[in-house]
């Protein structure tokens, strides 16, 4: 596989739409993941304090293995209603799991703490932001750029427990050989407790290691692929992706975290089958995925910029880009 930088909508079909709300005590937003029709989904929740929607839905033995859209959102689980409103703009546009009557959308979501960050407490994602998101990815651009930093669900993200910014990356990998028409991307927003790693640093991190008081923190990410994977596979995917999660902050999947994985599979391009047996094929696209999150990871550290609030001050994170890469 190659590292491309890049970005998650560099994968044929996905798209993204952020919103966010600063000033007057806000300070959040929120990013929707949109990917085509029928594309297979599944999740793998790893931290302690998650605050998620849906995701019992996503298991590979339960009944619709397709996801509609994605919901990443500020607000804790407040902000989770955001899923509401990106659910309504599907249903409009008939994007859901068919029964009588109509159609229900099948839209996870997850949440960072972000609360009070802005200085009003109730200030936080509602089902109309999260219908805005929706509607921005439905109108942007196939390929098109995603903001990263200070915007959508890592508007009022946070580093090391409260100590430095967070924010919202991306970037994407190429596999290469017979599977060179596959890509992998992932978007990531990042608000974790622990900090970037570096070789021959603390355990937490870097000197101070995050704050002992700020125990509400979580990274969440997005994985897309234009591969075919079945429910099982991507349930698979997105377990592996957690590597990169763990290779790009120091601690990770902390009680004090909801680090929480989506991988979505678009089934545009097959996988080569090689001698008749998938597994090395799966195998590198996993390593791909996991390259991948790493990088968005790092990507959102590198993009935040500093803040300053009638609620405190969050300032960039002072060493970015200089982890082994």
Not at 153 to 170: I, P, V
Not at 301 to 325: D, F, Q
């Amino acid at each position: 596989m190659s590292e491309t930088g890049g970005s998650i909508t560099d994968v044929p079909g996905i798209r993204v739409g952020q919103v966010q709300r600063v000033g007057d005590g806000w300070l959040t937003g929120v990013s929707v993941v949109l990917p085509p029709p029928d594309s297979i989904g599944s999740v793998d929740v790893r931290g302690g304090g998650p605050g998620t929607h849906e995701t019992d839905a996503l298991d590979p033995t339960t009944l619709v293995p397709t996801v509609d859209a994605v919901v990443l959102t500020g607000g804790s689980a407040f902000g989770l209603a955001a899923a509401t409103g990106a659910q309504l703009w599907c249903e409009e546009q008939g994007r859901g799991f068919r029964v009588p009557g109509g159609v229900v959308p099948i839209v996870p979501a997850a949440a960072i703490f972000d609360l009070g960050r802005g200085g009003d407490f109730a200030a936080r994602p509602d089902a109309a932001m999260g219908y805005a998101a929706a509607a921005a990815a439905g109108a942007s651009d196939e390929h098109g750029g995603v903001a990263r930093g200070n915007v959508g669900a890592g508007t009022g993200a946070a580093l090391g427990g409260g100590r430095f910014k967070g924010g919202t990356g991306t970037a994407s990998v190429r596999l290469t050989g017979a599977n060179r028409d596959v890509l992998v991307g992932a978007f990531a927003v990042v608000n974790a407790a622990g900090l970037p790693w570096q070789p021959s640093a603390p355990v937490d991190g870097t000197p101070g290691g995050p704050k002992e008081s700020a125990g509400l923190n979580t990274t969440l990410v997005v994985v897309a692929t234009n591969a075919v994977l079945t429910a099982a596979e991507a349930k698979r995917t997105a377990t592996a992706a957690h590597a990169g999660m763990a290779r790009a902050l120091d601690p990770v999947h902390t009680l004090a975290d909801g680090d929480t994985i989506f991988t979505l599979a678009t089934g545009a391009a097959a996988l080569d089958s090689g001698t008749g047996s998938l597994v090395g094929s799966l195998m590198e696209l996993q390593a791909a995925a996991a390259t991948a999150v790493r990088l968005a990871i790092l990507d959102g550290i590198h993009s935040a910029s500093a803040i300053s609030t009638k609620a405190g001050s969050l300032p960039a994170y002072p060493e970015p880009g200089t982890e082994r890469i």
